[in-house]
């Protein structure tokens, strides 16, 4: 008789996202007990699957990979069985539209636990599930943090980077998410390579003067967690927010678009809120203006200009 | 009951603590070469800028002398001399305790300075309580508020890190006096060392528990035998009170930015006491302290509003430093009701969950949590860990700023300053603050006007109150605009050295521009008055939105 392990990862969230962190943990040879609200057989017998919160906080490093719509509710329920031993990292991607709380400050609220990080970077489900080489980066500022993520995901195919601006990191992964948009309605628009690259490069810059008035530290937007992030929407046809852009490039009015994007995409209400986050501390976002625009029906050929115009 | 606290033991273990210090400092010492070097050098440059008396030269040429011969030593004398100096400091820093002085003056100290008595005649005079007059006349112009009962108990069960705002010089006088007047055990400090040299205050700082912080010196050394001082004694469960702003606010704002140095010893003591074998829970007690007018708001003004830079670090000579001026103070203290205001917030555990009155620790959601479980690692085992620690105190910073907002008692000076301000802001709309500043003498502002302005922001602040944002008094609530601007005006007057604001036939001179935005400052970071005092790479407190349709939503500039 084999008696289990006590877990060393707990992942909560039986998504796509979720599945693949659990993978890629169970690569590296950790424990790892999966919460998913569905009991569903895993292809991988290994992968302890559970409904139990309690199950999952055995472990000290718990991971939340669920949509933030449903972020603060898991996380309430999930309290109840922290205490402050856990370290508790999320990935989720967002910033709560009222106060741009980020997700850490929502664990802050819901649980007990205190040593909390961020997960970020370019990484992609489909490469985690399959072992294809990428890059994830761990925002904390406590050192037991970074270490015990890159201890429990850093393999051959995944290289772990670490930084200590978390708020950085949660901002730059919600502000990508919003960039991402323009990413494909520029593509779709007929933008070549060189303007593209012109316009990702002005935004990014943009993002990062809007991170530092946020407190957040500027150079986290131009690393792996902001500019690698923004990256990789070139290349993914199928990311939600590139699928929405796209479809507005088409002339493809907002809620069907939305559906086409299959899953939900956090970045619709949060552009506008970062217009007025950008008025009010007196930062010049023309790119975050023009998506609002785009959002509200604009024209494309319009909008293009537009997004290239504005000063210096 | 009381006088069960340690520090009523303090003078018979000072010995003891020093040489846990001492010990402590020297075996944490990884490099003595580079300890003494640092010590060395940067006293060294202190010691040659500074106006040099006998004393500072021989300090000077000993400091010389050290740095040569350092090369030279082995290890061992290296390690010896390092020792030697930090004994010389650990003394230094540990202060005295005299529970006599302490009953007698924190019951009779303001009476005692309003009868003009010099200091030589009060150390006289403490040796004989029964010739001082009883203070309670004090007690109703002096106000403690707060969670008083459940802190008193709290005492008994853990050790109490009091971290108020810090305005004055009487701050550390003042508190003392709220604690013994709630009844709660009196509190260790670490008090500026020019407040011993001060004239006035001096006699209080020896005798009260304060340990001596010289600013003035920036080695590593010595701030580590200042830390570790104060670890000693919350280990030891010494209440202790510290000014997280560091200096008084040169602005009059409330703090939003912290030192947090020795508030992060307390996680060390803590963790310390698990080790041994005998926890005891540390907690922090945020608190306010609010007065009608503040001593020094002249010298602290002028200093805010020199030239970027040029402000000063210390400040030596200021009205606390002047009887005349404490004398007069004191006198306008015992004049008005209500005003000094100290209020105690809701303690809160070193990580930033809130603590019942037994010291159990409850987060956000009200689920009890056991505070030992912030400090252990991988395998369950409590470890000193100052990187870790570092991120809990900044954390804690920034909910003990928040309890400051909440707990900041409005008073009638503050209103009538704010309300002042803006129409000085109105008479040159485009103006920078200089600009603004510069109108002294200039607007009058018709009575019923000023009232009106007065009583539209007092309303606000009701408001604001009301939602646990701020603290409005029971005068201020009901008082009419009329009263309360007559109120302000007595308080300024008599005391300030020009008029701040005059009474005129056809209205309310506003004279003294700089004092006026000393006292409206205190409600910049509610975003109830004029901003221009965030710390740098803050942005600004924008007006809070209230529900009443005379709010300013239309700025908000919302999405279409």
Not at chain 1, 56 to 83: E, M, N, W, Y
Request: net charge positive.
């Amino acid at each position: 008789m084999t008696e289990r392990e006590a877990p060393s990862v707990g992942v909560v969230g039986g998504g796509p996202w979720g599945r693949a962190l659990a993978t890629a943990a169970r690569r590296t040879g950790a424990e790892v007990v999966l919460h998913s609200r569905r009991d569903q057989a895993d292809s991988d017998p290994g992968l302890h699957v559970t409904v139990d919160y309690a199950e999952v906080a055995k472990a000290r490093l718990v991971v939340i990979a669920v949509p933030s719509s449903v972020a603060r509710s898991v996380l309430r329920a999930l309290g109840d069985h922290l205490g402050g031993q856990h370290l508790v990292v999320h990935g989720v991607r967002g910033l709560g539209v009222d106060e741009l709380t980020t997700v850490s400050d929502l664990v802050r609220e819901e649980t007990p636990a205190r040593r909390l990080g961020a997960l970020g970077g370019p990484v992609q489900a489909g490469e985690l599930i399959e072992g294809r080489p990428s890059a994830m980066v761990i925002g904390s500022r406590f050192p037991e943090v970074l270490t015990a993520v890159t201890r429990a995901f850093q393999s051959p195919s995944l290289k772990v980077y670490g930084t200590n601006d978390l708020r950085g990191l949660e901002w730059a992964s919600a502000l990508v998410g919003c960039l991402s948009i323009g990413v494909g309605y520029a593509e779709e628009a007929g933008a070549g390579p060189g303007l593209l690259a012109a316009l990702i490069s002005r935004a990014v810059d943009e993002a990062a003067r809007l991170m530092a008035a946020a407190g957040c530290e500027e150079r986290t937007m131009f690393g792996l967690g902001g500019y690698g992030d923004l990256l990789a929407s070139i290349a993914l046809e199928d990311r939600p927010e590139v699928v929405l852009g796209k479809a507005l490039a088409r002339k493809v009015p907002l809620d069907q678009a939305i559906a086409m994007a299959k899953l939900r995409v956090e970045a619709i209400p949060l552009i506008p809120r970062i217009v007025r986050f950008a008025d009010e501390r007196r930062v010049e976002a023309n790119t975050f203006r023009t998506l609002s625009e785009i959002l509200a029906g604009g024209r494309p050929q319009a909008m293009l200009d537009r997004m290239f115009a504005g000063s210096s | 009951m009381k006088d069960d606290a340690p520090i009523f033991g303090f003078n018979a273990a000072r010995e003891d603590i020093v040489r846990s210090v001492v010990s402590r400092v020297v075996l944490s010492a990884k490099d003595p070469l580079l300890a003494l070097n640092d010590a060395a050098y940067h006293e060294t440059k202190r010691l040659e800028a500074s106006k040099r008396g006998p004393e500072e030269q021989k300090e000077l040429a000993e400091w010389q002398k050290l740095a040569r011969s350092l090369g030279r030593m082995g290890d061992g004398e290296r390690r010896e001399k390092l020792a030697s100096l930090v004994e010389h400091m650990g003394w230094d820093v540990a202060g005295n305790f005299d529970p006599r002085v302490f009953k007698v003056s924190s019951k009779l100290l303001p009476p005692v300075v309003t009868s003009l008595l010099a200091p030589r005649t009060l150390v006289r005079l403490a040796r004989d309580p029964k010739r001082l007059v009883s203070l309670s006349a004090l007690d109703d112009k002096v106000r403690v508020e707060g969670p008083v009962e459940e802190l008193r108990e709290l005492s008994r069960h853990g050790t109490a890190v009091y971290v108020p705002t810090h305005l004055s010089n009487m701050d550390s006088i003042v508190f003392g006096y709220a604690l013994e007047r709630a009844g709660l055990p009196p509190a260790t400090y670490g008090a500026g060392k020019n407040l011993f040299t001060n004239p006035v205050l001096s006699f209080f700082m020896h005798n009260l528990g304060a340990y001596r912080v010289d600013r003035r010196i920036r080695h590593n050394l010595y701030k580590d035998v200042l830390k570790t001082y104060s670890c000693v004694l919350l280990e030891r469960g010494y209440h202790s009170l510290f000014f997280p702003g560091g200096t008084r606010s040169r602005s009059g704002g409330v703090e939003r930015r912290l030192k947090l140095g020795l508030m992060g010893t307390a996680i060390e003591a803590y963790a310390r006491t698990l080790i041994a074998n005998r926890e005891r829970r540390v907690y922090f007690v945020p608190a306010t302290i609010n007065y009608l007018i503040t001593l020094e708001a002249e010298t602290l003004i002028a200093d805010f509003l020199a030239e970027a830079g040029k402000g000063r670090f210390i400040i030596e000579d200021d009205e606390s430093s002047r009887l005349g001026r404490v004398t007069s103070f004191m006198r306008k203290m015992f004049d008005m009701q209500g005003a000094v205001v100290i209020r105690f917030g809701k303690p809160i555990d070193p990580f930033g969950n809130v603590v019942d009155e037994r010291c159990r620790s409850f987060d956000r959601r009200g689920r009890e949590v056991d505070p030992s479980s912030y400090v252990k690692d991988d395998g369950g085992r409590v470890t000193l860990d100052p990187v870790r620690d570092a991120q809990y105190t900044r954390e804690l910073g920034d909910e003990i700023c928040k309890a400051y907002l909440r707990e900041t008692v409005v008073l009638e000076t503050h209103v009538v300053a704010a309300a002042s301000f803006e129409r000085l802001r109105r008479a040159s709309p485009a103006g920078d603050l200089f600009t603004v500043l510069r109108q002294r003498d200039v607007v009058v502002v018709p009575r019923d006007d000023l009232a009106r302005d007065v009583v539209k922001l007092r309303d606000r602040l009701v408001e604001l109150a009301d939602r646990g944002e701020i603290v409005v008094g029971g005068f201020l609530r009901t008082a009419s605009g009329g009263d309360i601007v007559e109120r302000a005006l007595r308080a300024f007057a008599g005391y300030h050295a020009s008029p701040v604001l005059a009474s005129r036939p056809d209205g309310i001179a506003i004279a003294d521009t700089n004092l006026l935005f000393y006292y409206q400052n205190r409600l910049a970071a509610h975003g109830m008055a004029w901003d221009v005092i965030a710390p740098p790479g803050m942005a600004p407190a924008r007006p809070p939105v209230f529900a009443k349709p005379a709010s300013p939503e239309a700025t908000q500039g919302g999405l279409s």
